[in-house]
C-alpha cells in the first residue's frame, strides 16, 4: 500500500528523452518521454507530462491510450490520462473550477530519480489564483505503474475541496475504426464505484488479455464517476470541465474517478442519491494531502478478482449477484487483507446482513432484501477503509411479473377505436412521469407500435405470458394480433407479404389533414417520418419482435388448453417461421446481421423440425444457413446499422454452434466477455455496454452508459448456454446471471417497466419512457433459470433457487420467475419444461439420480412437457426410473391434483 512519496520499494526502469515504440509515428514534433516499467512501456507528453501511450509488455501491438488519437487530440481542453479536475472554494465563498486540461501550460519539471520516473509542479496549467500547489509524479508503487498527485494549501485560509477528479482516459474511440480495427485496437473502462475498495477495469474489444485494473492508493476512494462531457464554446473553443473530443454512437466520452464530489451534490447533483454519500476535505494553510493510482494487469478478464486478490485489494463476490428478491436471499463472500469489523446499511433495514460460516479463507454473509428498492452496504475493515456494495431489492421475481403483466394490460391498453393509425386494440408505450400513454412522438416509431421503442411493450406483454401465462392477458393479446398486428403492423398481402412495417403513427399533414399534430413538438427532424417512411417493411430488426410473437403464442397452444382461442397452434408456428423468411427477403440490409432477439429464429427452426413440418423448416434453414455462412467469414461478424453495437453477438453464437462452428462461437462469448463486466455492484454487474439508445427510444435524450438495457438480458443468454457447456467456468455463471437478474429491477413497485437506468449522477434513476424494454424482456423469459453449483471454494450454492442438503441429498427450491428451467451443474443436466412447473429438485450427490417435484395441475396444463439434456461432453445421459411417454420432443408427464414426482437416472435407458 502507498502510504507517502518515498514509501515505494527501487524497481529497474528506464526513461529517455525521446524514444518510441517500435514503428510507431511521434504524434508531435517535439521528443516524447519514454518510461519502460515491469508491466509497460509508457509515453509521456513532453510538454504536459501527461500519458499518451499506455503498451502492456504482455500484448506490444496494443494501446490502452487512445494513441492513434493524439494528433487529432492537441491543445486546450484534450484530456489526457495524467490530467486533474478540482472544485474549490476557500472559506464559505462559491465553488470554483480549475482543471490541468484546459489551458495546456509547460509544466515546471521537478527532479526525479529512485521511484520517480516523471514529475512535475502543474501551476502553469492553472490560472494565478489557483489556491493550491498542484505536483504530479509518475512512479513505480510496488513494482507497478502509479501516478500520484499531491495537493498543498499554498493561501492563508482553509481550502475546501468538493471535486476532485482523476481524468480515466483510454482508447474507446471507435470514430474512423472499422470493426475488425475496433476489435482489435480498442477498449472499455467499466468502474467498480466502492470507495476504498473501488477500481476501474479496462478490458479489450475482443475480450482478449491483459486487462487494465486501476487501483486506488491510499486516501483515494472511488466515490463518483463523472462523466467528462463534450460542451464547447464559441467557434468550438474548449469549455472548462469538458473535452471537445465529440461523443456519439462512436464515442461514449470520457469519466472522472472522483476521489470528493460533494461539490457536485450541492449544485449539478442537487438531490439525487448518489452510488455514496459525497464527501468532501479541507485542507489548513500549508496542509498537503497525497491521492493517486495504480496500473495492474490482469492476464485475461477472468483473473481480475485473483489480480485484485494478489494486489491486497478486497474482493466481494455476490451469488447470485447484487439484485435480492424479498423471497430469495443472496450469498456475498469477501476476501480482504483485514478483517471486517462493521457493516451498516443505507437506507437503514433495506437489507439484513448475517455471518455465516465462512469459505477457505472468504468471508461469508447472507444478505436478505426487506425494502424495495436501491441500498448501499458498507464494509468497514480494521485498517479503517471502507467498501461499499450496491444492492437492488426487489418484490418476488413471480410477483413483479405479474405486476409488469397487469401494468402492461390496464394502463398501456389503448383500445381508442376512432384513432386514425388503426393502433387499437394495442399494448402501447407509456410515459410513467407523465402518468399517460405516449401517442404521439418526434421519433415516431415509439408511438406507432414498431421498432424496438415502439414495440417493446407489446413484446414484453406476450414474452411474460412464456412461463406466466394469464387466460385474461392472452385474450387482449390475441385481439392485437387478429386486430392490428396481423395486417395492419405486418403486412399481409402482395409482394411485401409477411413484411412488417417502421411504424403505424407517422407525420404527415397532408395524408391526416383533420388531424390535430401536438404543436409542441419539434416535427422538423429526420425521426418525423412521413406515412411512406413509416409504412416502410425495409428494417429487418422490426420481423424478430412479430416473429418472438407468434412463437410464444405456438407454444401457448401446443402445450396448454384453453388459452389460445384465436388461431390453433399450426397457425401460429407457421406465421413465426414466415416472418422468418421473409425479413430476409424484404428487409435483407440489416438481416445480413444478428439480430436482437434472434435466439427465437433458432427455437423456431428446431419446433418446425420437431413437428415435422418439414417444407417450412427448409426455407427457414436456408435462409438462416446463408447468414451463418457469412459470419463464420467475417473476422468480427458483430456488425449493425451502428458503427458497433452489443446486440448481434447473441444471435451469431446461437447459430455458429447450432452449424457446427464451436470456434467461432468461442470467439463470440470472449468478445461479450469483453464489454459485459461482472462487478460488485447491480447496476454494472452483468450490465452489457449500451449508450446510445435513449436517444432512440428513452425520454431523457442524450448519449449516457445505460444500466441494464436491453444487451444485458439478451448477452446473458449465450453466457448461460456456454456456462451449460462448461460449469467450471462460473465466471460466466456470474456475469449471465448479473445480467438476467438487472432487467428486473427496471420494473417498479407499480409494474412499469422502463427502458434502462441513468448512471450519469445527475439523474440516477430510471428512465421515464417503457421505450424498448420489451426487447430486455424477452432476454428474461427467454432465458431464466435456476442453476444448482458445487462450487471448489463456496460449496452448494444456488442461482435463481433456495439450496439445502441434508446428508447425501442436495435440494433446490427454484424461486426465479419461470420455474420450468433447472441446470444441476455437476451432473451437467439441462432440465426444461416446456409445460408444468418445478416445486423443488432433489439431487443425489453419490448416486446422482435427480427426483423432480412438479406443482399440481390445473385447468389449462394437464400435463407436463419435459426435455432432460445432458449438456457436458463426459455428461451421463438421464431418463426416467418409470416408463413415460415421448410427446413433441419430450416426456409426457400426467400431473394430478397433489403434484407429481419424477425420478431420473444416469446412464443408458432400462
Known amino acids: 500500500m502507498y502510504s507517502g512519496w518515498r514509501s515505494v520499494r527501487k524497481v529497474g526502469f528506464a526513461v529517455a528523452a525521446s524514444a518510441l515504440l517500435p514503428g510507431a509515428a511521434s ?56 490530467d486533474i479536475d478540482l472544485r474549490l472554494r476557500i472559506a464559505t465563498g462559491t465553488w470554483r473550477d480549475y482543471s490541468s ?199 485475461t478478464i477472468r483473473a481480475i478478482e485473483a489480480t485484485l486478490s494478489r494486489h491486497k485489494r478486497p474482493v466481494a463476490v455476490g451469488i447470485p449477484g447484487y439484485v435480492v428478491p424479498t423471497d430469495l436471499p443472496a450469498d456475498l463472500f469477501l476476501k480482504a487483507p483485514n478483517r471486517v469489523v462493521g457493516m451498516n446499511v443505507d437506507p437503514a433495514g433495506a437489507l439484513s446482513v448475517t455471518p455465516a460460516l465462512p469459505r477457505k479463507g472468504w468471508a461469508h454473509f447472507k444478505v436478505a432484501g426487506k425494502q424495495w428498492g436501491r441500498a448501499r452496504l458498507t464494509v468497514r475493515y480494521a485498517d479503517g477503509e471502507a ?6 431489492v426487489t418484490r418476488p421475481e413471480r410477483q413483479a411479473v405479474a405486476d409488469l403483466g397487469h401494468f402492461l394490460f390496464t394502463r398501456q391498453w389503448f383500445d381508442r377505436a376512432s384513432d386514425p393509425f388503426h393502433r387499437a386494440p394495442s399494448i402501447i408505450s407509456y410515459d410513467h412521469d407523465a402518468g399517460h400513454q405516449v401517442l404521439q412522438d418526434q421519433r415516431v416509431w415509439i408511438a406507432g407500435l414498431s421498432d424496438e421503442g415502439g414495440a417493446g411493450s407489446w413484446l414484453a406483454a406476450i414474452m411474460k405470458q412464456l412461463d406466466d401465462p394469464d387466460p385474461a392477458e392472452i385474450a387482449k393479446f390475441e385481439q392485437f394480433v387478429t386486430q392490428t398486428l396481423d395486417g395492419r403492423l405486418q403486412v399481409n398481402t402482395g409482394a411485401e407479404r409477411y413484411g412488417v412495417r417502421k ?143 452489443s446486440t448481434g453477438q447473441p444471435e451469431v453464437y446461437a447459430w455458429m454452434h447450432y452449424y457446427g462452428d464451436t470456434a467461432k462461437a468461442d470467439q463470440t462469448r470472449e468478445v461479450i466477455l469483453g464489454y459485459d463486466p461482472t462487478i460488485p455492484s447491480w447496476g454494472y454487474n452483468g450490465s452489457a455496454r449500451r449508450y446510445w439508445d435513449f436517444n432512440y427510444a428513452g425520454k431523457t435524450r442524450r448519449i449516457e452508459r445505460q444500466l441494464h438495457h436491453y444487451g444485458s438480458s439478451n448477452n446473458a443468454l449465450p453466457l448461460f448456454d456456454a456456462y451449460r457447456r462448461n460449469p467450471s467456468d462460473f465466471h460466466l455463471l456470474r456475469v449471465a446471471y448479473g445480467g438476467l437478474m438487472g432487467p428486473l429491477t427496471n420494473i417498479a413497485q407499480d409494474g412499469f417497466g422502463s427502458a434502462a437506468f441513468h448512471s450519469f449522477p445527475d439523474m440516477m434513476r430510471f428512465d421515464g419512457y417503457s421505450g424498448d424494454y ?127 414426482v419424477v425420478e431420473l437416472r444416469p446412464g443408458e435407458a432400462q
Open 27 to 82: 504524434p508531435r514534433n517535439e521528443s516524447t518521454i519514454h518510461i519502460v516499467t515491469p508491466g509497460f512501456t509508457v509515453q509521456l507528453d513532453p510538454q504536459t507530462q501527461t500519458l499518451v501511450s499506455l503498451v502492456p509488455k504482455s500484448a506490444k501491438n496494443f494501446d490502452f491510450a487512445p494513441f492513434d488519437q493524439e494528433s487529432k487530440r492537441r491543445g486546450n481542453g484534450y484530456y489526457h490520462l495524467g
Open 387 to 392: 467498501q461499499t456494495i450496491s444492492y437492488f
Open 503 to 645: 411504424s403505424l403513427f407517422y407525420y404527415d399533414p397532408k395524408a391526416l389533414p383533420g388531424f390535430r399534430y401536438d404543436p409542441s413538438i419539434d416535427w422538423h427532424t429526420w425521426s418525423a417520418w412521413d406515412r411512406k417512411q413509416a409504412y416502410s417493411v425495409g428494417r429487418s430488426f422490426n420481423y424478430v419482435h412479430v416473429a418472438a410473437a407468434y412463437w410464444v403464442l405456438y407454444r401457448l397452444a401446443r402445450y396448454h388448453q384453453g388459452l389460445v382461442h384465436a388461431h390453433d397452434w399450426r397457425w401460429y408456428l407457421n406465421h413465426a417461421a414466415e416472418t422468418a423468411v421473409a425479413m430476409q427477403r424484404l428487409a435483407p440490409e440489416y438481416a445480413k446481421f444478428g439480430q436482437m432477439e434472434g435466439n427465437v429464429f433458432v427455437n423456431i427452426l428446431r419446433d418446425l423440425k420437431r413437428e415435422g413440418m418439414t417444407a417450412e423448416a427448409g426455407r427457414v434453414d436456408r435462409v438462416m444457413r446463408a447468414r451463418a455462412d457469412r459470419w463464420a467469414h467475417e473476422p468480427y461478424p458483430f456488425g449493425s446499422e451502428m458503427p458497433w453495437d
Open 101 to 299: 486540461a484546459f489551458r495546456k501550460g509547460t509544466v515546471t519539471r521537478l527532479p526525479t530519480g529512485g521511484n520517480v520516473l516523471a514529475a512535475a509542479d502543474l501551476a502553469p496549467s492553472f490560472p494565478s489564483d489557483m489556491p493550491l500547489t498542484v505536483q504530479r509524479r509518475w512512479m513505480l508503487s510496488d513494482g507497478t505503474l502509479a501516478l500520484q498527485f499531491r495537493l498543498t494549501n499554498r493561501t492563508r485560509q482553509p481550502v475546501e475541496v468538493g471535486g476532485l477528479g482523476l481524468p480515466m482516459i483510454f482508447n474507446n474511440i471507435l470514430t474512423g475504426h472499422t470493426l475488425e480495427q475496433a476489435h482489435e485496437q480498442l477498449s472499455f473502462a467499466d468502474p467498480y464505484i466502492g470507495r476504498d475498495a473501488g477500481y476501474l477495469q479496462v478490458t479489450r474489444l475482443n475480450g482478449k488479455g491483459p486487462a487494465l485494473l486501476v487501483l486506488p492508493e491510499r486516501h483515494t476512494p472511488f466515490e463518483a464517476y463523472k462523466p467528462i462531457l463534450d460542451k464547447t464554446g464559441p467557434n468550438g473553443a474548449p469549455t472548462l470541465l469538458n473535452d471537445p473530443t465529440k461523443r456519439g454512437t462512436t464515442f461514449e466520452g470520457f469519466y472522472d474517478w472522483m476521489v470528493a464530489s460533494r461539490g457536485f451534490a450541492d449544485k449539478e447533483w442537487k438531490g439525487v442519491r448518489e452510488w455514496n454519500r459525497p464527501t468532501a476535505f479541507t485542507l489548513a494553510p500549508g496542509q498537503s494531502r497525497n491521492i493517486g493510482v495504480r496500473f495492474v494487469l490482469s492476464p
Open 774 to 900: 420489451g426487447t430486455n424482456f424477452f432476454g428474461v423469459s427467454f432465458g431464466m433459470a435456476s442453476y444448482l453449483v458445487d462450487h471448489p471454494t463456496f460449496g452448494w450454492v444456488g442461482f435463481g433457487g433456495i439450496v439445502s442438503h441434508q446428508g447425501d441429498t442436495v435440494t433446490m427450491v427454484p424461486r426465479d420467475s419461470a420455474r420450468s428451467r433447472i441446470f444441476i451443474a455437476p451432473a451437467g443436466l439441462w432440465l426444461t419444461l416446456r409445460a408444468g412447473t418445478f416445486e423443488k429438485v432433489e439431487y443425489d450427490t453419490r448416486t446422482g439420480v435427480v427426483r423432480l417435484h412438479l406443482v399440481p395441475r390445473d385447468r389449462h396444463t394437464a400435463d407436463a412437457i419435459l426435455t432432460a439434456t445432458t449438456t457436458t461432453r463426459d455428461g451421463k445421459p438421464y431418463h426416467p426410473a418409470s416408463a413415460l411417454t415421448q410427446e413433441a420432443g419430450g416426456w409426457k408427464i400426467p400431473l394430478s391434483d397433489q403434484g407429481s
